[in-house]
């Protein structure tokens, strides 16, 4: 049976870092309630002009040097954002030209803060059918374009960064000891809009900003994110208490615990980088991966769920093994 094995992560972080203490200084907000409600301390903001696919291609190239390939030995780019450079062309295939590769073909997805879980499962899609060998899966985002910075109820929450897996095409057995994605599950409901939206667009004629209902997202993320997961696992024929790590959205670290909490895990089986990154929205999953790679905590053949809730409302979690 194919399957969609991890090759390669890297990520890029933006050099401006902003804690929670500059934002004192024109709101009424606390670095004590940022830190205390949600977890942050500090984020990345991208330069004026740095951009999304920017940011995307850093990524790449660290994860292609990582997994030992180069650009073209890469057949499609699954690019996930919600704030790509332009209207159109795609993040994905500007990113394919500023890595330099010159052949097979790149598309962007948007599922906001779940995005990086839907990029997953679309490149899982695309090798299990032998479309693709080797895809380079993304999550770019620019969310300090979109903030409204009189709102402290939004904008001290989401950071810039991006993430990026080289995922390759290997036999395995068809059994849950497999390297690979073993499962995923992807979830929608569109009459939750207005709890997390952006108040303009291309139809509209506007750029828009971010909008949110925080407290009634919270009430659905930690339910929902529980759910997805153990969906993920139950498909996968595995249960939470199999997991070496849960790699979650980084939004707010009393939803990650919540959501940890409710599956029965503790918070040692957690990759946690919301401190440092803030909500990233779509690359917060690959910017986490990368970091808990690099530090050491995920290894081969480690069991991980990765899952995510954003704007739609848009859920969803991949169970693979590292
Ligand atoms: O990634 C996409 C999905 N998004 C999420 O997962 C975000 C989910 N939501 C959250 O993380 C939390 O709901 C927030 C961090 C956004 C807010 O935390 P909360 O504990 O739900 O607070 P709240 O919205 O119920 O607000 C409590 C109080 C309010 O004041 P009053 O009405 O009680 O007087 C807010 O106005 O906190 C106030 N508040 C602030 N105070 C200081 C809201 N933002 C701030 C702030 N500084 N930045």
Same mark, same amino acid.
């Given at each position: ?15 401006r ?6 934002? =004192?200084? %024109? ?10 409600? %949600? ?5 990345h ?13 850093r !990524?790449?190239d660290?994860? #292609?040097?990582?997994a030992g390939?180069t650009?073209?030995?890469i057949d ?9 450079? #332009?209207?159109?062309?795609s993040?994905?295939?500007m +990113?394919? /030209?500023?890595?330099?590769m ?7 997805? $948007?599922a906001?803060?779940?995005g990086?879980?839907y990029?997953? %499962?679309?490149a ?5 059918s032998?479309?693709a060998?080797? +895809?380079?899966?993304?999550?770019? =985002?620019?969310?300090?374009?979109i ?6 109820? %939004?904008?001290?929450?989401?950071g810039d960064?991006a993430g990026?897996l080289?995922? =390759? *095409?290997?036999?395995g057995?068809?059994?849950? $000891?497999?390297?690979?994605?073993l ?11 207005? #709890?997390?939206?952006?108040? @303009? @667009?291309?139809s509209t004629q506007?750029t828009?900003?971010l909008?949110?209902? &925080? ?6 993320? +930690? /339910?929902?994110?529980a759910a997805?997961?153990?969906?993920a696992?139950?498909?996968a ?7 070496d790590?849960i790699v979650?959205h980084?939004a707010?670290?009393?939803?990650? $615990?919540?959501? !940890?909490?409710?599956m &029965?895990?503790?918070m040692?089986k ?5 401190q ?5 929205? /779509? ?11 690099a530090? @050491? $905590? ?5 069991l991980?769920?990765?899952e *995510?809730i ?8 991949? !169970?693979?093994?590292?």
């Amino acid at each position: 049976m194919r399957r969609a094995v991890v090759r390669g992560v890297g990520h890029y972080l933006p050099e401006r870092v902003v804690p929670n203490s500059e934002f =004192e200084k %024109t709101l009424e907000t606390t670095d004590e309630w940022i830190r205390g409600r %949600t977890g942050i301390e500090r984020r990345h903001f991208a330069a004026e002009g740095e951009t999304t696919s920017d940011m995307a291609a850093r !990524a790449c190239d660290i994860a #292609l040097t990582n997994a030992g390939l180069t650009a073209n030995d890469i057949d499609a780019i699954v690019l996930a954002t919600s704030t790509a450079d #332009l209207t159109f062309p795609s993040a994905a295939t500007m +990113v394919q /030209a500023k890595i330099g590769m010159e052949r097979g073909f790149a598309f962007d997805v $948007q599922a906001v803060c779940a995005g990086f879980v839907y990029a997953l %499962t679309n490149a899982n899609a695309l090798i299990v059918s032998g479309q693709a060998d080797r +895809v380079l899966v993304i999550g770019a =985002e620019t969310f300090s374009r979109i903030m409204d910075w009189t709102d402290r109820t %939004t904008c001290v929450l989401f950071g810039d960064g991006a993430g990026a897996l080289v995922l =390759e *095409a290997q036999d395995g057995d068809g059994t849950p $000891q497999d390297r690979g994605i073993l499962a995923t599950d992807l979830n929608s409901d569109g009459r939750y809009r207005d #709890l997390l939206y952006v108040d @303009g @667009g291309v139809s509209t004629q506007t750029t828009g900003v971010l909008r949110m209902e &925080g407290n009634q997202v919270f009430r659905h993320a +930690v /339910a929902k994110l529980a759910a997805t997961a153990e969906a993920a696992l139950s498909k996968a024929g595995l249960q939470a208490e199999d997991l070496d790590w849960i790699v979650p959205h980084q939004a707010n670290i009393r939803i990650i $615990q919540g959501t !940890a909490k409710k599956m &029965g895990l503790p918070m040692d089986k957690v990759v946690v980088t919301v401190q440092d990154h803030g909500n990233t929205s /779509a690359a917060s999953i690959p910017l986490a991966m990368s970091v808990a790679h690099a530090n @050491g $905590q995920i290894k081969q053949g480690d069991l991980i769920v990765t899952e *995510a809730i954003g704007g739609g409302l848009a859920w969803g979690a991949v !169970a693979l093994r590292w």
